[in-house]
């Protein structure tokens, strides 16, 4: 395979590799060392079935079944559809899925490791995914404020708000599903076991209140890392090309889809599959 940079900051272009085949150990293990070391990966010009998609996903770990059941591909729940087709008068998938800055499933005691996207269906404009390095916006804080957030907790809520920086996710959940997200709590500052690096945990579309701390003080401390982690010097704004497949790191980034810039008439949709990690510390 060979590989180049997507951007000046973070991330890796991945040709002439086919991930519909079989991988031996060894080959596997260069795979995820690139995935690892790069934090976000665009493997070009696949062509990846449902089933294959899943047998790749797999080799990183267990993977999740989303709540939002009724977005999941029928034949393999597995795979979440992110889509904005309508067939016979239903939605093929959830057309404005993770319109906001997040990690995904952050609102989980065990949130994602990998995120796999298979690009099916991608118009010729619009439809952006921004991704943010959360390690290098860690680096970049200062030593006041790295021993201000060291050892700090923080609340997670799914869907913390409806609408963040003009984009939003319209779909409601049932009762069944509102159960199936409790609050949960994270390290403002985790570490990523595969590195030992330090990244900053928190993303406006979820993280509610910092653990123990005055309204007030806990909302300071969270509006300046979301601004923070949101410069330009920490960010790439992902453009994609059909056939792409591209997977990233929750545990050191995250993102925010872009779905409302999309032409009239045109259509994306894209297979997700995510790979379930290990609680944070």
Avoid at 18 to 33: G, S, V, Y
Avoid at 262 to 275: I, K, N, S, W
């Amino acid at each position: 395979m060979q590989i180049s940079p997507l951007s000046e900051r973070f991330g890796a272009a991945v040709s002439d590799i086919d991930l519909a085949r079989a991988f031996t150990d060894d080959e596997f293990a260069e795979i995820h060392k690139v995935f690892v070391d790069n934090k976000l990966v665009c493997f070009k010009n696949q062509s990846l079935s449902a089933a294959a998609q899943i047998e790749f996903s797999r080799r990183f770990g267990p993977l999740e079944v989303h709540l939002l059941t009724q977005y999941n591909h029928p034949e393999h729940p597995e795979i979440f559809r992110l889509s904005n087709r309508v067939v016979d008068g239903q939605p093929m998938g959830i057309a404005d899925g993770g319109s906001y800055w997040h990690s995904d499933l952050a609102f989980q005691e065990q949130p994602a490791k990998a995120t796999i996207l298979n690009a099916l269906e991608i118009p010729p404009e619009g439809g952006d995914t921004l991704f943010v390095d959360m390690e290098a916006a860690y680096e970049a804080l200062s030593p006041e404020w790295k021993q201000r957030l060291a050892g700090l907790h923080a609340v997670h809520r799914y869907r913390r708000k409806q609408n963040t920086d003009g984009q939003s996710t319209r779909v409601e959940l049932n009762e069944a599903q509102k159960a199936q997200t409790p609050d949960v709590v994270h390290p403002l500052i985790r570490t990523n076991p595969d590195t030992g690096r330090k990244s900053i945990f928190a993303h406006k579309g979820m993280t509610a209140e910092i653990v123990g701390m005055p309204a007030e003080e806990s909302n300071a401390i969270l509006e300046y890392l979301f601004e923070h982690t949101i410069r330009p010097d920490f960010r790439y704004d992902f453009r994609w090309s059909p056939g792409d497949v591209v997977m990233w790191d929750n545990r050191s980034t995250m993102h925010s889809a872009t779905t409302r810039d999309l032409p009239a008439g045109q259509h994306r949709t894209l297979y997700r599959t995510t790979v379930r990690g290990e609680r944070p510390v």
